[in-house]
């Protein structure tokens, strides 16, 4: 798609790009000043409060998956489409007492991979880690790829020029700032995403009829309206485990429930999950719309952004431009500072060093890994390969794999530490074969199950002795990897 496709011109979507960098970067480096050791740097001196804590929620799993998979699903498998990506909103309210629990048990705690190797040890630890970080990848990949499509379809800036610039932008202000500034510029960012899509979805209602869209959708496409269409219903099963197996394991939210003060982390996390779950359901609709409407669709993961565009003009087309800019910066900076974590704590700092290294080496380390990680995530991008949905899916077999070990080990003294290392690689690998031969909305679903049978079963069979949680607390245990149990 070049210029003389695009809704709005290659200056102004360059000057809404050039406005955004130098606030982000402006912002990241004054809320950075506080961030100057590695507490402050990786959790925000864990002072974070009930507001600040919301929206980062909120802003974080407001992602560009959300303002443009949600319209994709809806398009492709329907209302069950649509509500299948809301169900997300259900695991942040379980973790909501998870995050209570997980600052109670680890106060001086930095990564989840260093609570599965505390409670399950090495090997489990190794396992998880793999999976963490194979899936943080396939999440920043989907983003990057989203950011140069949304440039290249409402601006006709080329995919890969406007997709390294996004990532330049997100790498720059969590670099200088960490989670001081990801946590304030998402505060801004949820606000924005929010009033952004109510605005669109309403302007996008004054001009479409939702009756006459009903209407058309029987007439042309009625499985989209089918209550028992059967891939759709299994996407919903799907999508909800996945979203559990996301959160549940990744430290993306696990270091926000550590950064957050005592007390505040389960009333944040179930305040985040009420304001989310109204979004993705309006931003299906334009799927649903756009599939009633003679309305030209490139690629089924742009069909919210060129509805809007095609029904509102240059000024929806300006909006979406700003919300999806807003949504992919949110969980970009999130995920860059979350993935760093794991990456200087538990692999340089755990796995090679063995906790030969301080806390200022750690520090200057967690901000060239958000470089690497920045450079990487480029570098996966440039092929430009599939839709959103089959990136991001991709990963859904082995994070739902790890939702029964993560409840196993946070709720259940006597889980047997090899099923829970079992139950993330059996229910991984079966998972991903379905995924591959049977199709994307199966992936998480059936990794999920094989993982609870064996996680079960294992424990039942040759239950541990009742693990103590007070290991969780010990700081020599935090800081040399080699004292796990």
Request: with cysteine; charged share 10%; glycine share 10%.
């Amino acid at each position: 798609m070049d210029s003389r496709v695009a809704i709005l011109s290659p200056s102004l979507g360059w000057a809404l790009i050039a406005g955004f960098a130098l606030l982000w970067l402006a912002l990241g480096w004054w809320w950075g000043r506080k961030g100057a050791s590695l507490d402050g740097f990786m959790l925000a001196n864990r002072n974070v409060g009930l507001a600040l804590g919301a929206a980062t929620a909120v802003a974080t799993w407001i992602t560009s998956n959300t303002t443009m998979l949600a319209p994709q699903l809806a398009l492709e498998m329907g209302v069950w489409g649509m509500l299948s990506y809301a169900t997300a909103s259900i695991g942040l309210l379980l973790f909501a007492p998870m995050a209570k629990r997980i600052r109670a048990l680890m106060p001086q705690g930095y990564t989840s991979a260093e609570f599965v190797r505390l409670r399950f040890g090495k090997t489990a630890w190794v396992v998880f880690l793999i999976i963490s970080l194979f899936y943080a990848l396939t999440w920043l990949v989907s983003m990057g790829m989203a950011g140069g499509l949304l440039l290249e379809a409402l601006a006709g800036i080329p995919y890969h020029l406007g997709m390294t610039v996004i990532l330049a932008v997100c790498v720059g202000y969590t670099v200088v700032g960490g989670l001081h500034a990801v946590i304030g510029t998402d505060f801004i960012q949820s606000l924005i995403v929010l009033v952004g899509v109510v605005v669109v979805v309403i302007a996008v209602l004054a001009r479409v009829d939702p009756q006459a869209v009903h209407a058309a959708l029987l007439d042309s496409r009625p499985a989209l309206l089918d209550v028992l269409f059967p891939a759709a219903l299994m996407s919903v099963f799907n999508g909800l485990l996945f979203g559990l197996g996301e959160i549940f394991h990744s430290n993306v939210w696990w270091s926000r429930a550590l950064a957050m003060r005592e007390g505040v982390g389960q009333r944040a996390y179930a305040l985040a999950g009420l304001i989310w779950l109204p979004v993705p359901i309006l931003a299906g609709f334009l799927g649903l719309a756009a599939a009633s409407l003679d309305v030209p669709i490139v690629r089924p993961d742009m069909v919210g952004p060129l509805l809007a565009a095609e029904l509102l003009g240059s000024a929806g087309a300006v909006l979406v431009f700003v919300v999806v800019f807003a949504s992919l910066a949110s969980s970009i900076d999130s995920l860059l500072a979350a993935t760093s974590d794991l990456v200087v704590h538990d692999v340089i700092h755990g796995l090679v060093l063995r906790g030969r290294s301080d806390l200022g080496h750690q520090r200057r380390h967690a901000a060239w890994a958000i470089v690497g990680l920045g450079v990487l995530t480029w570098l996966l991008c440039l092929p430009k390969v599939g839709t959103l949905a089959t990136v991001l899916f991709f990963a859904g077999p082995l994070v739902g794999s790890t939702i029964w070990p993560i409840l196993a080990g946070l709720y259940w003294r006597r889980a047997n530490p090899r099923a829970a290392t079992w139950g993330m690689i059996v229910g991984s690998l079966v998972g991903l074969g379905c995924y591959l031969f049977v199709g994307w909305y199966t992936g998480a679903l059936v990794g999920t199950s094989v993982s609870l049978v064996v996680v079960a079963i294992g424990t039942k069979l040759a239950p541990r002795e009742d693990f103590e949680w007070s290991a969780l607390t010990d700081r020599d245990a935090l800081a040399e990897p080699e004292a796990a149990p």
